[in-house]
């Protein structure tokens, strides 16, 4: 039995995404950040800092989704990942973690344009240095998966790829890319079961103006 509890637009799609490549049987549990539900003590068993996902698997839960992406692949989807010691392992794990630095620079814009609500508290400059910071990363994605093959290092960066669009115009490269996993139905899937936005509201967030 799997179980993934996840909210729209979060890092969950990534563990979501995973489950449709996979093609596995799962029930998805429709998370809220609004509700306070995943500061209840259930939750916080699961996830110990009250954030998505969590995903229950074979008796045990994690809640690290680039940790859940690996783990799923080695014991579920060999075919999505590259083996220790394999030509493209490097490439592999750089992928993989790439995500996390785009994902600093999501989190910084994602917080001041979207969790900030009032303007005093936002920082102008902060929002123009992270948004080229993004663009300027987003240029070392693409246009091809990262090994190669399709993996759960294409998952972890297509993700963030997918949602920095939210803020910055795409690099060639990775607007290729992103066309790459957009057309995947499996991605596709995903998206279909991702459930209403509840973060990004709007399609673009422009840095103000300087």
């Known amino acids: 039995m799997i179980r993934l509890w996840h909210v729209a637009q979060s890092r969950s799609l990534r563990v979501l995404w995973m489950l449709e490549e996979m093609g596995a049987q799962y029930d998805l549990i429709p998370c809220s950040f609004f509700d306070r539900s995943l500061r209840d003590a259930d939750h916080l068993a699961r996830s110990p800092a009250g954030r998505v996902p ?5 008796g045990q839960v ?7 992406l690996l783990y799923l692949a080695e014991c579920r989807a060999p075919h999505l990942r590259v083996p220790e010691g394999a030509a493209g392992r490097a490439a592999f794990l750089q992928g993989l973690h790439y995500a996390e630095t785009l994902g600093a ?7 001041h344009h979207i969790v900030l609500r009032e303007d005093a508290m936002r920082s102008p400059t902060v929002m123009r240095l992270e948004a080229k910071r993004l663009e300027n990363a987003l240029r070392a994605v693409g246009p091809d998966w990262v090994t190669g093959a399709f993996s759960v290092a294409d998952i972890a960066l297509g993700y963030a790829v997918w949602m920095a669009r939210r803020f910055v115009v795409l690099p060639e490269g990775a607007a290729h890319y992103a066309a790459s996993f957009h057309a995947r139905p499996a991605f596709q899937r995903a998206l279909g079961k991702d459930g209403p936005a509840q973060i990004y509201t709007r399609d673009f967030y422009a840095p103000p103006q300087g």
């Open 54 to 58: 969590a995903l229950q698997l074979d």
């Open 62 to 68: 994690m809640c690290e989704s680039g940790a859940i």
């Open 105 to 111: 620079h999501l989190a910084n814009l994602t917080q």
